[in-house]
């Protein structure tokens, strides 16, 4: 009757809005990994062209430090890409969540 379907759109309704939170919420999430990945590639890549242009013979330290550096850096790249997949992978599900809910 009436009623009952009244009933459950207002619950489907209820059920949409937490979902909504929760994908939200998530989005939020991954967006904030992703900039602060992004910010540490960014960080670190100064700090690599720093050492590399110091990094001189009479200067040894320099070097080695450019060299961790690179492997700091190469690590910081890989969260960052890692961070970027899942943003894209959220923003997939929110668009499929919304083409069926359409």
């Not at 009952?4 to 909504?20: F, G, I, P, Y």
């Not at 992004?38 to 001189?56: A, I, K, M, P, T």
């Not at 992978?89 to 499929?96: H, N, R, S």
Request: proline share 1%; with cysteine; charged share 20%.
């Amino acid at each position: 009757d009436l009623n009952d379907a009244n009933n459950k759109l207002a619950q489907a309704k209820t059920d949409l809005e937490h979902a909504k939170q929760t994908v939200d919420a998530s989005f939020s999430d991954a967006m904030s990994a992703l900039n602060s990945a992004q910010s540490r590639v960014d960080s670190l890549s100064g700090s690599c062209n720093w050492y590399d242009d110091n990094c001189h013979w009479y200067k040894p330290w320099n070097c080695v430090a450019y060299a961790g550096c690179k492997v700091a850096l190469g690590i910081a790249r890989g969260v960052l890409w890692t961070a970027q997949q899942a943003v894209r992978g959220a923003q997939e599900v929110v668009d499929a969540a919304i083409t069926s809910a359409e």
